[in-house]
């Protein structure tokens, strides 16, 4: 308030100025044209002084007809920052995957540019949104200080003070409708690249069961926390997914990870960064299944309900003596290709199966024997006879190319990401605050001259 | 800021007092032209206008708190709640 006291007493000040020079007995005109001038202006200055309150108020009705929203505004920015940092990360993982293949040039040639590109737009994106922020909660003070410029005498800084004030009433009504212009002119491109906030890591799984042995031909899938599909590999015999070929790669944040073996899904949340570890240069990502015995390829063997202790007594490549003991009764499988045979011998003497179920998996025909094991200490052998091998058919989901749609033959797909971001929030913007300026000026000049130089500096900070 | 307001007052409060005396200066400065025995018309009408002037800026002088205070009253009566903003 003591600004508008002063910027009160500076106007009164012009309009005495005005009188004096009126009174002047020296019958210069170059002189006396001051004399009208000033009084008004003081006047004019005046009536804008008193009129604080209502410039405040009128920035907080057209705010509300026009319907800007700073918390619709702040959510627009902090979506607009995420997906760029979702890019940046993106294409870090892609270049991390290229240089590990021996692709380095690609990653410095075409990736690094994109990246600090995008690095400065998102510098850029802050920066006016700091700026405009500050305009909007400056408002009183800034409104305030222009007044008091409005009203210094002989016309010094009124052109600056109108500009100030003028600039103020625009962008704190204007402002906040930013994401609707952005939303009105930008296209969908960038919306395809969503999928991304599961972050992405190059990555080989080894998938190994009870005894460390290596569990062939699982599938392994990665899921959203809303259930999509991101990815499906299927492991080799040796157990291993080879996912860290730059089209397929996997989620490197929370996700839902299922391992099918044979048709027995296992699932669990899972964050695979935390899990990565690095072997002999590699990326990998280890998953133990302590309750899958893996006998051969295809050949398998399944504690459900378990709840307890397995030990091995002796393991061959078609039988083997484990001693189990369980809190609680369990289900055994015994699952084999329908060609092949087996049996189990719970302590010493042979048992039949509960119940056999044949089902195909892969391609391939399947049969598994149930048995139900009572709780307490067994000894139980396990023998199976015939070795039928074949390679499931599983249709793969690559993750980078399919689930993110990014692939390294079109290296173009990443220009246009990062062409498409700047569209939208480097070119949106720049032009609605170019429409933001144009409409200060024309304000400013209602109320009593216009300073473009000073509105470009406000705005623009050069 | 206070010394910076109390500053502009004294400022304001000296220029009236040396606009009064400039008026009385001006006053007796036109009459003396104006009433000069010379036969230049253009003198005396620059002296005539003088007065007219000193006139008219000595009432905008008695007038300007007037006016102040005016500008309070209307811009204070504007002011008006208006309705609310329709919600969008």
Do not use: C
Not at chain 1, 213 to 230: A, C, P, T, Y
Not at chain 1, 378 to 405: A, C, Q
Not at chain 2, 16 to 31: E, H
């Amino acid at each position: 308030m003591d600004l508008l006291s002063i910027a009160f007493y500076l106007s009164v000040l012009t309009y005495y100025l005005g009188v004096l020079i009126y009174m002047l007995p020296i019958p210069i005109y170059g002189l006396k044209k001051w004399a009208p001038q000033l009084m008004v202006d003081g006047v004019f200055s005046a009536i804008l002084v008193f009129s604080y309150s209502l410039i405040m108020w009128l920035i907080q009705y057209f705010s509300g007809i026009l319907g800007s929203d700073w918390n619709r505004y702040n959510e627009w920015l902090l979506k607009e920052i995420n997906i760029i940092i979702g890019v940046i990360l993106l294409f870090k993982a892609i270049g991390i995957g290229l240089s590990s293949m021996g692709l380095g040039f690609l990653a410095n040639s075409l990736l690094s540019p994109l990246i600090s590109s995008l690095t400065y737009l998102l510098v850029f994106l802050l920066t006016v949104s700091t700026l405009v922020y500050a305009l909007y909660l400056l408002s009183h003070t800034l409104v305030a200080v222009g007044l008091v410029l409005h009203s210094i005498p002989f016309r010094i800084t009124r052109s600056s003070g109108a500009m100030l004030i003028s600039i103020v009433i625009i962008f704190s009504i204007g402002a906040p409708l930013m994401p609707s212009f952005v939303d009105l002119i930008s296209n969908n491109v960038v919306e395809q690249i969503n999928e991304n906030k599961y972050g992405v890591v190059y990555a080989d799984i080894i998938v190994t069961d009870l005894v460390n042995n290596d569990i062939s031909h699982s599938v392994v899938e990665f899921r959203g926390m809303d259930q999509n599909l991101l990815a499906r590999y299927l492991a080799d015999i040796a157990g291993y997914v080879d996912s860290s070929d730059i089209d397929k790669g996997i989620p490197s944040e929370k996700t839902y990870m299922s391992i099918d073996i044979v048709g027995y899904k296992y699932s669990f949340i899972i964050t695979p960064e935390d899990l990565i570890e690095k072997k002999d240069n590699k990326l990998v990502l280890p998953i133990k299944l302590s309750n899958v015995i893996s006998i051969k390829p295809l050949h398998y063997m399944i504690f459900m309900g378990f709840h307890g202790n397995i030990s091995i007594v002796s393991i061959t490549n078609s039988s083997g003596t484990i001693m189990v003991s369980s809190s609680t009764e369990y289900v055994l499988l015994l699952i084999l290709p329908i060609w092949d045979s087996g049996e189990i011998v719970l302590d010493n003497s042979s048992i039949e199966p509960n119940n056999v179920v044949e089902y195909k998996w892969g391609d391939i025909d399947f049969k598994a024997y149930k048995y139900i094991i009572s709780l307490g200490n067994h000894t139980i052998s396990y023998e199976v006879r015939g070795n039928y091998y074949s390679k499931p058919v599983i249709d793969e989901v690559y993750y980078t190319r399919d689930t993110l749609g990014i692939s390294i033959d079109k290296p173009v797909y990443f220009i246009n990401i990062v062409s498409s971001l700047i569209y939208r929030v480097f070119i949106g913007p720049i032009v609605y605050v170019s429409i933001l300026f144009t409409a200060s000026t024309a304000l400013a000049k209602l109320l009593g001259g216009s300073s473009s130089k000073i509105a470009r500096i406000v705005v623009t900070g050069v | 800021m206070t010394n910076i307001i109390s500053f502009i007052q004294e400022l304001i409060v000296n220029i009236t007092i040396i606009a009064w005396i400039i008026f009385f200066l001006t006053w007796v400065i036109g009459w003396a032209i104006k009433g000069s025995p010379i036969p230049f018309l253009r003198v005396k009408r620059a002296g005539e206008r003088m007065i007219e002037d000193a006139v008219w800026a000595a009432f905008w002088l008695a007038m300007g708190t007037t006016v102040f205070a005016l500008i309070a009253y209307i811009a204070n009566t504007f002011y008006q709640p208006l309705p609310e903003p329709p919600t969008i």
